[in-house]
């Protein structure tokens, strides 16, 4: 069966200090891979996807980055983290529907990683 | 673009049916999903459309109109668990795009 890991659950940081997030997917093959965040009391503003390995696409301009050295690993960093990163941060996996080119299934999302900047 | 609409909050009697409507407008339209999110957790999966109809399974079905780029999710029998925020989430080109939710509240 197919599992995701997400680290830490919690992280306190102090504002101008880096981030890395980390997120690996077991039991599956070539997943797409998705990177959210959640501010508190709204929805989930989608940040970085992929579709294969080195292969990252931005959903918004900011203060993050993304990255993707293996097949299921994805990384959320950032160099200088602003107060504004402060959130509720989710990975997540879907595959191919069918095989089917840009039809995706259901995303299965990780524990999720509470990010307080201070 | 993508846009998704859905309302901000409901509140319902345990027991009673509720329906939470979405209107969407996408480029690449790929499905409809429904998804569940508790409080502080990360969201779950209810369902999904991609062809025009209603979905049932159990207390859950959901409907989809392509047309008219509306979803509605039904729930029935209410419990106090089904308190949560509610997602409609659009499948786009290799990605999903979740609406802002709706918080259902339960209650006595």
């Known amino acids: 069966s197919q599992t995701i890991h997400q680290w830490p659950a919690t992280l306190v940081q102090p504002v101008g200090s880096p981030l890395s997030l980390e997120c690996t997917v077991e039991g599956t093959s070539n997943p797409n891979l998705y990177w959210y965040r959640q501010a508190a009391g709204r929805g989930l503003q989608l940040l970085f996807y992929?579709?294969?390995?080195?292969?990252i696409s931005s959903e918004v301009p900011q203060n993050l980055s993304a990255s993707r050295p293996q097949d299921r690993q994805f990384i959320l960093s950032s160099k200088k983290l602003l107060l504004s990163d402060s959130g509720f941060y989710l990975c997540?996996?879907?595959?191919?529907?069918?095989?089917?080119?840009?039809?995706?299934?259901?995303?299965?999302f990780g524990q999720g990683t509470r990010l307080t900047v201070v | 673009g993508q846009n998704i609409d859905q309302p901000t909050e409901m509140t319902a009697t345990e027991g009673a049916i509720v329906q939470i409507n979405c209107t969407y407008q996408t480029s690449g339209f790929n499905g409809l999903f429904w998804y569940q999110q508790h409080a502080g957790e990360a969201p779950t999966f209810l369902s999904y459309?991609?062809?025009?109809g209603l979905e049932e399974k159990g207390r859950f079905s959901s409907f989809l109109s392509r047309s008219k780029g509306y979803s509605y999710l039904l729930l029935k029998e209410l419990q106090m668990k089904d308190s949560a925020s509610y997602l409609c989430v659009t499948g786009g080109y290799n990605k999903l795009i979740f609406g802002a939710g709706t918080r259902l509240a339960v209650h006595p």
């Open positions: 992929s579709i294969g390995i080195g292969q």
């Open positions: 997540a996996w879907s595959v191919l529907r069918d095989g089917a080119i840009g039809s995706n299934t259901e995303a299965f």
């Open positions: 459309n991609v062809l025009d």
